[in-house]
């Protein structure tokens, strides 16, 4: 492979780049007013540097174009991340009118709805996405896209984690064009009208609901339908939580999503029956754009998941090459239609299903062949399982690294759980597509319905055996982004060396790989070193860490153990990034002892500093209190109700810290309080870091 032989990675690398310097940097209206002026004009340079046939002008035409490109990108990617929003103060109550732009999803307490806010309450009109939670009701679960609706609420702009390693809500909203939320209660919104902004996605959600209700008729139900949900039409909210750890766990949860795999058999499918079609001229054009339409219209039924829409567009590419009766090159094809996708929405290459997905597919393409010619088997059923555990290691090691940063896991019985569950998950589409047609007969349809429940029954069975079996999974692993950047070094070295055979490849692997191997111990020792205090955001609770070498001491009013939910969403991502044994106590214990701390009542001393926590029905006596004794942290839960004047006056505080058990009017009035006396005040609403020490 020779990236000269394929033009477009010329444009695609200066775009991708575009697109990156847009997202991590910050660029205001004039600027890019500036940067379309120049792109315009390296443009029309481009143009007529291409009348130039001179060799001499070829690099200067290339320099040029691909400045051009890298502008684009920072444009496309500037306005995708800047939409228009209103003048109007969106933290109050208004009416705005809004359009259903996605199917409503129903929560345990909630009816989540994405949409477009198309009117202000100063009749501004202009398209801007918000995630609106309706009070559930009869009514909210019949919304359905397009609705337009008239709803009364404050929209507030989603926050930031405030909790340090937590999940990015308001960075991964942002991705989608999603910056407030708003919750509508019961009666304070009304459905007025039905206008779906995009008439295929309104035909392909209403397709969706039919066919989930022909399921439904033809006798699915429980886990098995949810699962047929997953694998064949990309709906996986109603999946059980458990259900779907234990498929990541056996490193089989790209089965739960529709991919590459469920495009290749809808296009296998309509290509067979229309096969007649071939015999003519311009039949075969007709073929191929009806095929392109069935497999976008499948697209868009599974909800244009970025695995989906790459397969669409690789498969169309194909469908066009049968027309032209030529073969389609695989990184063409790839390189084109991340392109393509990236221009549509540049904010796709921050999505983690498009990362692995391209990635897959890459590992595939560069490793299989030669994992594949490694062995020869000599029937064509240990040919075909041979080649099929050949695409599992090779699309592992393309998303591996990748995997690992965001999910802190490896599977390690991968290739036994795809072996056994590719195959049969093959089975269970086949089926399952079999059973839409099947339906019309009901008779056939519950046998067939019972055949297809056996399977997922099977299926699951063999990934619950497969996540039993010890050691089925390396947990808790912590890679950075410099690590990940020196992992898809090794292998990309190794893949030139490969096919190349050149020392200089091999050698470049392998000072990847030391310097991998070094940066591990190094960091954990780093981060082992570290010693502080931390305050965490948890709503109505509160949670102190401190850290001493590793060890983590946790005092928690509503955390019990490891498992508790609080601590798996707050607490538990930031343990393992930072490598911490953790041990979580009851913040009410009056004596508490280890190494480097020590609790009697509500003083912690930590090193050198001491610490007071003052609740919410505490009352302290001038007389009761030490003379001479100082408090390095005052630490406020429940809403302390002692005056901060008259607690100064009794304990000498030189830092006070609130988290969320306290309400918004207590801490603006301690805020205010040690801003008129020059106290560090820190609540832990304001920040993401909230640490100390």
């Known amino acids: 492979m020779k990236l000269e032989n394929y033009p477009i990675v010329k444009v ?21 007013d500036k940067i379309s002026y120049v792109t315009a004009m390296l443009f029309v340079v481009t143009i007529l540097c291409s009348f130039v046939k001179a060799y001499k002008w070829r690099a200067v035409t290339t320099t040029v174009m691909t400045a051009s490109f890298l502008f684009v990108g920072i444009l496309i990617t500037n306005k995708e991340l800047h939409p228009p929003l209103p003048d109007h103060s969106m933290e109050e109550n208004a009416d705005w009118v809004v359009r259903v732009s996605e199917e409503p999803t129903p929560r345990e307490k909630s009816v989540k709805v994405v949409a477009e806010l198309l009117q202000t309450p100063e009749n501004q009109k202009l398209i801007s996405k918000i995630l609106l939670y309706l009070q559930p009701s009869d009514e909210a679960q019949e919304l359905r896209y397009g609705d337009l609706l008239f709803v009364h609420t404050n929209l507030s702009r989603i926050e930031p984690p405030h909790n340090p390693d937590a999940f990015d809500n308001q960075q991964y909203m942002r991705r989608r064009g999603i910056y407030y939320s708003g919750f509508v209660h019961d009666g304070a919104w009304q459905c007025f009208g039905h206008a779906p902004a995009n008439r295929l996605k309104y035909v392909a959600q209403n397709i969706r609901n039919r066919l989930i209700n022909t399921y439904i008729t033809a006798g699915m139900s429980g886990d098995e339908f949810d699962i047929l949900k997953a694998i064949l039409l990309g709906d996986d909210d109603t999946l059980d939580p458990e259900l779907k750890a234990s498929y990541s766990s056996a490193g089989v949860s790209h089965i739960l999503c529709v991919s590459g795999m469920h495009v290749g058999v809808i296009f296998m499918i309509i290509n067979f029956l ?13 073929k191929s754009v009806l095929v392109m339409l069935v497999i976008w219209l499948y697209a868009h039924i599974t909800g244009l998941a970025p695995s989906v829409t790459r397969s669409a567009t690789m498969f169309s590419f194909v469908a066009v090459g049968q027309l032209l009766r030529r073969n389609t090159n695989v990184f063409h094809s790839l390189f084109a239609s991340m392109f393509i996708l990236l221009v549509i929405n540049p904010l796709l290459l921050f999505e983690v299903g498009f990362q692995l997905s391209y990635l897959a597919v890459a590992g595939i393409v560069l490793f299989q062949p030669k994992l594949s010619a490694v062995y020869k088997c000599r029937t064509k059923l240990g040919n075909y399982f041979w080649e099929l555990l050949t695409v599992s290691v090779a699309a592992q090691l393309g998303t591996s690294p990748i995997s690992i940063y965001y999910f802190a896991q490896f599977p390690n019985y991968f290739m036994l759980s795809n072996l056994c569950v590719i195959t049969l998950s093959f089975v269970v589409i086949i089926t399952g597509v079999a059973l839409l047609p099947v339906s019309l007969f009901p008779f ?7 055949l297809l429940t056996l399977e997922i029954r099977l299926m699951n069975r063999i990934i619950t055996f497969i996540e039993s079996l010890p050691g089925a999974v390396t947990e808790n692993l912590d890679c950075r982004l410099p690590q990940v950047i020196l992992l898809y070094g090794v292998i990309l070295f190794f893949c030139l060396w490969l096919y190349q055979k050149n020392r200089r490849f091999f050698w470049g692997a392998s000072v990847c790989l030391t310097l991998f191997c070094i940066s591990c111990p190094v960091k954990k020792w780093m ?24 060890r983590a001491i946790v005092f928690a009013d509503s955390i019990r153990h490891a498992e508790d939910k609080l601590y798996q969403y707050n607490i538990r991502n930031h343990a393992r990034r930072h490598h911490l044994q953790t041990e979580i106590v009851d913040l009410d214990t009056v004596q508490f002892d280890c190494p480097f701390l020590c609790k009697r009542g509500n003083f912690i001393r930590f090193g050198d500093k001491i610490f007071f926590i003052l609740t919410q029905k505490q009352k302290i006596w001038k007389g009761d209190w ?18 901060p004047e008259e607690l100064l006056a ?12 306290n309400t918004p009017f207590y801490i603006d009035r301690w805020r205010v309080f040690c801003k008129e006396n020059s106290i560090p005040f820190t609540y832990t609403g304001d920040c993401k870091m909230n640490t100390g020490g």
């Not at 990156?20 to 660029?27: K, L, P, Q, T, V």
């Not at 981060?527 to 590793?550: K, P, Q, V, W």
């Open 626 to 643: 030490e003379s001479g004794l100082r408090i390095d942290c005052l630490f406020l839960r429940q809403n302390p109700r002692m005056d």
């Open 274 to 286: 229309l096969k007649p079609l071939d015999l003519f001229r311009s039949s075969k054009i007709f």
């Open 650 to 661: 009794i304990i000498p505080f030189q830092e006070v810290m609130a988290d969320a058990s």
């Open 527 to 550: 981060l082992c070193r570290e010693t502080d205090y931390m305050a965490y955001h948890i709503r109505r609770s509160s949670a102190i860490e401190f850290n001493y070498h590793g």
């Open 12 to 32: 695609l690398l200066p775009y991708l780049v575009g697109i990156m310097i847009a997202y991590f940097g910050d660029f205001s209206d004039k600027v890019c």
């Open 444 to 450: 056939l349809a519950h046998y067939l319905s019972t």
